[in-house]
Each structure stands twice: as C-alpha cells, then as structure tokens.
C-alpha cells in the first residue's frame, strides 16, 4: 500500500509524456504480463477501471472482432442465470441482445437448454457469458463442453474473472476455453475495495482478439477506449504488482487453495444447522458457499433479514443477502480470514439457529423476540426500560466471546423497505440559490 503514497506513483498526470514515465510504463507493462500468464491469454489491457467497465470493453472487443469479420448481425448473448448479476447490464450497452439459460436443480448450465439455444440463434449467436465458478459456488464441470458448443456455432466466450480468486495457479480462463476474461485487481490482486472505490478490472484477451482491446488518443490509437486515461486507475496497480511480487507464484498458489478451504470449511461447519444449497459432485463448494434459510422460514416465520440484523448483534455485517437466490445467504471467506475469524462466524451462525429453534419450539414469542427485534443498541439495552419478553444480556451478549470485544450497531431495526419505497430528499430546492 505504501508506494500508492509517493509522488513518484500518485502524481503523475495521466497525459505526462512519454519520457517523463518510463519507470511508470514499465511496472505497468510487467503487471499486464504477469497477469497475461496467470490467465493463459496473449494479452492483457489495464485501462477498464472497474469490473463492470471491464464487461463493457471486453465485450465490445467480441463485437468488433464480429463486425470487421462481416458478421454484425451476431448480436446475441447468451447468458445463464447463474451469471453474475451485473453481465446483463453490460451485454446491452454493447449492443448484444440478452438471451437467459436455464440451470438445473444442481445450480449448473442446463447444457441441453444451451445446445437448443446455440441453434435456434445460430446465424446471431455472438457470445456467452459464464461467471466460473458460478455465483452458487460451483466449479462447473461441463465448463469445458460449454465454450465448445459456443465456439462450434460461431460464438465467442466471455468468462466474468469476478471469482478468480478460486482459480489463480490451478487453472485459468485461457486455458478453460475463453476467448475474453475480466479480472477484479479490487477483489482477486489485492486492491481494498469497497465505498465505490477504487477499481481496476483489466481484460486478458486471446490471440486473435488483440487487436480490438481498448485503444487511447495518448497511446496513438482511439478505438475502442472506455476509460478517460490510457491506463484507467493507473496508480494503484502497484499495489497489484507489489502483491503479486511480494506473493510470487507458491504464494498465490497457496491464496486460492486457502480461498477455497475458508468456503469449505463454513459449509461443513454449518451444513447441519442449514441446508448448503448448491455442491460439485463431491460435495465441495468452490470459493463461496449459499446457505438456505427458507426451510427454517417456513418453519418459524424468521426471515433471512431477521438473521441478517442479528448477525449485528455477534458483531458481523451480514454476508450477501438474496442473492443470487432469494431467502438465502451467500457467504464468500476469501483467503484473508483467518480460522479464528471463520470459527467466531459460524459460532454465531450456529447460535443464531438455536434462537430460531426457540420460535419454532414456543418458546419464543414469533413476533417479539431477538430475531424479529434485532439489532440491539447500547442506548436500548442501557435505557430504563426494557419492555421485552427477553433478557439485556441475551440481546447484546448472546455468546461469551462478545464481552471482549463488542461492536455496538449505532441504530436498531429500520423499515428497510418503506425507506427504499419512500425516499425524502434533504438538500435545499433550486429556489433557494435565487435567494442567495
């Protein structure tokens, strides 16, 4: 993180000329080859400076790569549902034409739905869009037949690097069969994100797509630019360089194999409390896992924001919530928590089941309880009165551990709903700059 600090990496203008940055130039060109190597493509652009911009360039790479092969009706994107959640988005701004795959009841691509796809749209077929592993949190093992069948009806693949922290050093998007891959600097390379910033989300490109990465008026080429500077958000790759050099290649070997463990360690801990929704064929999760709290749901009346809230109270901000499937949690460890992190999780996870059993069982009123009332302020749990059917300590302390160290939530439960529904806007009208 230091160097982000030194003028020499900072402050220099995005437009400095060529002889003023050749040290600048040259970590630059090194991180694009690194990461050309990592993903087994033949090329690598930085100037995307954020996942989602990465989407955007890379897929208009595949449309020009269509258009100047006399083929600009191939317009449409074939993209399953278990994709991440932004791919849609981005097909459409370039131009393509959405069409949904289904998955099956294991959270895989339904390769017979594909197949039928690939040839009803065969004359307009121009990509796919595959999340791997998939936003359930499966390596999909038909990944390989999958870009097959694109590639044999003309198409190009399009692989969302959003998870390529569960594959760097094992296996790559070149070498799987993609012909483009976005790569989140921000999440996989080390990058702190968060807040809207800041991003990088370069693409790696295979040999015959090239030429169509992103071009830039500095570097003396204008097609296909997306980002306002050559490089997009060029200062803080060297916090990717320096991960990437301090790391070296065991070390990110070890980061995805510990990425991969984190996940499976939490699914095998919490499988009996609650359900693991999607597993490989061996019962593996890849780097993320989706928890189902609909059965307990149906059970009890609790719902996954009524565990979310109280995951507060343990000192946690909940993991994704309802997505990709709704009444779920996805929890994604990554490779930065350590056992003691992961074991203070599912400690309150497996607590947060026992409260759930007392609704279920009676004991616990279904409507008035720490669940539904969560979460627990200092000023509720410390005024004089407390007017519920429950204890001050089970509100703020429900497992020992939070006596040495407890997070107090600033605010108790909020309509979330009726706020998103009901916006109030604070900032004065037009009319009051008349006045001044």
């Known amino acids: 993180m230091m160097p982000v600090t030194w003028p020499e990496v900072g402050s220099i203008h995005p437009f400095s000329p060529e002889e003023q940055t050749g040290g600048y130039r040259l970590m630059l060109k090194t991180l694009e080859k690194w990461l050309a190597e990592i993903t087994q493509f033949a090329a690598v652009s930085l100037q995307p400076n954020a996942g989602s911009q990465g989407e955007y360039a890379g897929l ?33 701004m370039a131009g393509f034409r959405v069409v949904p795959i289904e998955c099956d009841e294991e959270g895989n691509i339904d390769v017979e739905a594909l197949q039928a796809k690939c040839e009803e749209h065969r004359q307009h077929l121009g990509a796919l869009m595959v999340t791997y592993p998939s936003t359930h949190g499966v390596f999909e093992e038909t990944i ?8 044999s009806h003309g198409g190009q693949v399009y692989m969302d690097g959003a998870n390529m922290n569960a594959q760097v050093g094992l296996c790559s998007p070149g070498g799987i069969g993609a012909d483009v891959c976005h790569l989140n600097l921000h999440k996989t390379f080390c990058i702190p994100h968060g807040g809207g910033g800041p991003g990088v989300g370069p693409i790696g490109v295979a040999s015959h797509l090239v030429e169509y990465l992103p ?11 997306v980002s306002a500077s050559p490089w997009g958000s060029a200062s803080i790759n060297v916090i990717s360089w320096m991960y990437i050099r301090m790391m070296g290649a065991a070390g990110l070997v070890a980061a995805t194999k510990v990425a991969l463990l984190n996940a499976n360690y939490i699914a095998h801990r ?48 909940a993991p994704t919530m309802s997505w990709p499937v709704a009444g779920t949690l996805m929890i994604e460890p990554t490779e930065s928590e350590s056992k003691e992190e992961l074991d203070r999780f599912c400690e309150a996870m497996v607590s947060i089941h026992g409260e759930i059993q007392k609704v279920i069982n009676g004991d616990w009123d279904s409507e008035n309880n720490a669940l539904r009332r969560a979460p627990h302020t200092a000023e509720m749990v410390s005024s004089d009165e407390w007017n519920r059917p429950y204890s001050r300590e089970l509100a703020a302390f429900p497992v020992s551990r939070l006596r040495d160290h407890k997070f107090w939530p600033a605010v108790g439960r909020i309509d979330n709903v009726h706020g998103d529904r009901n916006l109030v806007c604070t900032c004065e009208g037009m009319e009051a700059y008349l006045e001044d």
């Not at 100047?68 to 317009?75: H, L, T």
């Not at 019962?283 to 009524?306: F, M, N, W, Y």
């Open 270 to 317: 919490l499988k009996n409390y609650f359900p693991v929704l999607y597993t490989g064929a061996k019962g593996r999760v890849a780097h993320e896992c989706i928890i189902d709290l609909r059965p307990l749901q149906k059970e009890s009346g609790i719902t996954v924001e009524d565990v979310a809230k109280r995951l507060i109270d343990y000192g946690f901000h």
């Open 215 to 225: 071009g830039h008026a500095v570097l003396g080429d204008e097609e296909g630019t």
């Open 60 to 92: 208009l790479a595949i449309r020009r790569y269509h258009q100047e092969r006399n083929d600009p009706e191939r317009d449409v994107c074939l993209i399953p549902l278990s994709a991440h959640g932004t791919n849609p988005a981005s097909a459409v």
């Open 144 to 151: 390989l037949t999958v870009c097959e069948i694109i590639h």
